[in-house]
T-cell receptor, first 109, second 115 residues
Framework: GQQLNQSPQSMFIQEGEDVSMNCTSSSIFNTWLWYKQDPGEGPVLLIALYKAGELTSNGRLTAQFGITRKDSFLNISASIPSDVGIYFCAGHRGGKLIFGQGTELSVKP | GAVVSQHPSWVICKSGTSVKIECRSLDFQATTMFWYRQFPKQSLMLMATSNEGSKATYEQGVEKDKFLINHASLTLSTLTVTSAHPEDSSFYIC???????????FGPGTRLTVL
């Protein structure tokens, strides 16, 4: 099935550093969402973006809906150990969610 | 609010047996529920969409006779993996879309291991 292109696949950073990850698609999406998944758990919604160009923050997280509606990025500022996990972007179209491949984040204390 | 549960959280079964996984919306009514499959280190892949009281819609490549979905009420959907084989071992996650919400809420997942 169709997937979004998410990068990077993995990141190893030091506590306190900022992180950036992004998703691109060849198709337009009406909504972009960012999720975090901890091992053995379901994904949890972090940020939802509904309008092209929209920039939304949730604490240390900031995400933007690309102006072309084909891309989105997520930034995490001042990372902490509990930020460890897999981050997924997802595009919403036709009542369905299409997920990116995920970015696995490791934070070294 | 908006809690989704799954039962069981993990199951181990022998090859050839059938396994039923339940997905419940605990504090809201879910008009639509979705079933995803996730292999290790991979993304979530949508298997099927189920609407209460009607037949599920399966994604391309998903065998409807192998993965039976029943959405009998506004708070419960079940996925039955029939005649399970080792290649069906995976993490199965459901999500629910409620009348008053515009987002899917995900369950905690069910780890299926077929020996």
């Amino acid at each position: 099935g169709q997937q979004l292109n998410q990068s990077p696949q993995s990141m190893f950073i030091q506590e306190g550093e900022d992180v950036s990850m992004n998703c691109t698609s060849s198709s337009i999406f009406n909504t972009w969402l960012w999720y975090k998944q901890d091992p053995g758990e379901g994904p949890v919604l972090l940020i939802a973006l509904y309008k092209a160009g929209e920039l939304t923050s949730n604490g240390r997280l900031t995400a933007q809906f690309g102006i072309t509606r084909k891309d989105s990025f997520l930034n995490i500022s001042a990372s902490i150990p509990s930020d460890v996990g897999i981050y997924f972007c997802a595009g919403h179209r036709g009542g369905k969610l299409i997920f990116g491949q995920g970015t696995e984040l490791s934070v070294k204390p | 609010g908006a809690v989704v549960s799954q039962h069981p959280s993990w199951v181990i079964c022998k090859s050839g047996t059938s396994v039923k996984i339940e997905c419940r919306s605990l504090d809201f009514q879910a008009t639509t529920m979705f079933w995803y499959r996730q292999f290790p280190k991979q993304s979530l892949m949508l298997m099927a969409t189920s609407n209460e009281g009607s037949k599920a819609t399966y994604e391309q490549g998903v065998e409807k006779d192998k993965f039976l979905i029943n959405h009998a009420s506004l708070t419960l959907s079940t996925l039955t993996v029939t005649s399970a084989h080792p290649e069906d071992s995976s993490f199965y996650i459901c999500s629910a879309l409620g009348l008053d919400y515009n987002e899917q809420f995900f369950g905690p997942g069910t780890r299926l291991t077929v020996l």
